[in-house]
């Protein structure tokens, strides 16, 4: 695939990634602890019924000058058991707010590095959400993984608790930019632990890269994506380097080995994706390569794709989030609750029995409607709006109204090979794929006036 330079130099802008409308950025200071209560025993009314937990563990024992997560650098033992015991008291604090009938469809651990926790604490954990509630069939239950920590007896512990996904950070396999980012090596050679996790069949496997990384040519990185279809994971994400040294001051360090320019970084990224589909890899949304058998890629094709913060997923198994842990989201369905991103008021908030949520949005239903026209172009690229306005009881232009969409843009996006659009149908190109940030980001009126700071779309 080959994207036009022009193209990407004029919408190389900065553009919310969307992973929730309205973007965190968005998200106000809680002025009324009450409200944020009622918000979450009224989610109990609300679709879907299903739960889903995510569990944030911020420690990490090396920063990665690159990484953008909310991690802490701590090898205080005292202070990550103090956590891991806050965590199953917040378990207890949300217990009695949410229906007793509804199930757990999907457990999520990440981070910083959940396996950087010893095993007994994952166990506390999970016995933990186990005891409290009832799990569908097959619920998902995945941990982003550093394959600096991970052991053979690591992956039977998470098997034996019912973990069936990890993801691992490789970022790439080539030492000098590893080095240059500060990444800690694996502990085992990873085709090693790779076999191994492949020895459960259950257990569905994703692999991180980033391009746009200090030191990261066409050549080398060739072999980095090789090596990753090698290894043959069901899943991968290519993520684009994301540089905001104005948030995440260590970045800046990079700047000093020189950063691959715009193009550059665009020639990585059509060459990876290029290698990957000719694997047979199935591009997924922005970022996420799938095995054509994979959940994913099924899902895709049923326009069925859905997203919430920790990524893709599908409709069947996607509850609303409840989050634990410092900095984390719950996604509800009519409200995003973000948890303080100090571990200090974490901890005290918990102890006094306060939920420690720092920042709130409560959706309007106008905002539900514009979520999930951006939801379709960035997750299925596709939106019928007969159908969207349909599920809504509106006409469809009632729908247009309320995205302040500006059909000049839309046309502009067809004349570029981005899009069709005919008969209240659209429609991403293979082309507008790569653009869908900025396709998505014409149909959120917040983007009229503008004036919130986020990364460029490319
Ligand atoms: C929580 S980490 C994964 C688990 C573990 N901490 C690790 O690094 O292996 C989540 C992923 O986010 C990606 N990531 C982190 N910072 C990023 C950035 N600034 N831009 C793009 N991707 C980033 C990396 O690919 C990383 O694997
Ligand atoms: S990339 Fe992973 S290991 Fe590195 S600092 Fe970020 S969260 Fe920690």
Not at 116 to 145: H, R, S, W
Not at 282 to 301: C, M, N, T, W, Y
Not at 448 to 456: A, D, H, P, V
């Amino acid at each position: 695939m080959k994207i036009h330079p022009e193209l990407y130099q004029k919408y190389n802008k900065p553009t919310p990634r969307y992973t929730s409308y309205p973007p965190a950025n968005y998200f106000k200071e809680v002025d009324d602890y009450t409200q944020i209560v009622e918000a979450i025993k009224a989610s109990n009314n609300e679709n879907p019924q299903n739960i889903s937990i995510y569990i944030h563990i911020p420690f990490c024992c090396q920063l990665c000058s690159y990484c953008g997560c909310n991690t802490l650098i701590t090898s205080n033992e005292k202070l990550i058991s103090t956590y891991v015991d806050t965590i199953l008291k917040e378990i207890d604090l949300l217990k009695p707010l949410l229906d007793p009938n509804r199930k757990i469809s999907q457990i999520h651990w990440g981070g910083g590095t959940p396996n950087f926790l010893p095993i007994t604490d994952i166990q506390k954990i999970m016995g933990k959400l186990y005891a409290n509630f009832d799990t569908i069939k097959q619920p998902e239950i995945a941990m982003e993984c550093h394959p600096a920590h991970l052991t053979k007896e690591y992956v039977d512990g998470l098997v034996e608790l019912g973990f069936n996904r990890l993801s691992f950070g490789i970022q790439d396999f080539n030492e000098q930019v590893l080095e240059a980012v500060n990444r800690q090596k694996p502990l085992l050679p990873i085709d090693e632990i790779i076999a191994h996790i492949k020895s459960y069949p259950q257990i569905s496997l994703n692999l991180d890269f980033i391009y746009g990384l200090p030191f990261q040519n066409l050549k080398d990185y060739a072999k980095t994506i090789e090596q990753a279809t090698e290894l043959s994971p069901d899943r991968l994400a290519v993520f684009s380097y994301a540089h905001v040294p104005w948030i995440k001051k260590q970045q800046k360090s990079l700047e000093k080995f020189g950063l691959p320019t715009a193009e550059e970084k665009i020639a990585l990224f059509e060459q990876a994706y290029d290698i990957l589909t000719a694997k047979d890899y199935v591009p997924i949304g922005l970022d996420h390569f799938a095995k054509p058998e994979d959940e994913l890629s099924k899902a895709l094709k049923t326009k069925q794709l859905h997203r919430n913060f920790q990524g893709y997923c599908t409709l069947d198994t996607t509850g609303q989030v409840y989050a634990l842990g410092v900095s984390g989201i719950s996604q509800l369905h009519s409200a995003y609750l973000q948890n303080t991103k100090s571990i200090t008021k974490y901890i005290k908030s918990i102890n006094k029995g306060v939920f420690p949520i720092e920042r709130y949005y409560f959706v309007n239903q106008n905002e539900k409607i514009i979520r999930d026209v951006i939801e379709q172009i960035m997750c299925n690229m596709y939106v019928d709006f007969k159908q969207v306005a349909g599920k809504y009881d509106l006409r469809v232009e009632e729908i247009y109204n309320l995205t302040k969409v500006d059909f000049r843009n839309i046309s502009e996006f067809q004349a570029e090979g981005l899009l069709n659009f005919a008969d209240d149908v659209l429609e991403l190109t293979r082309q507008g794929q790569f653009f869908m940030r900025n396709i998505a980001a014409s149909f959120d009126p917040n983007m009229k006036n503008n004036q919130k700071n986020f990364s460029k779309a490319l």
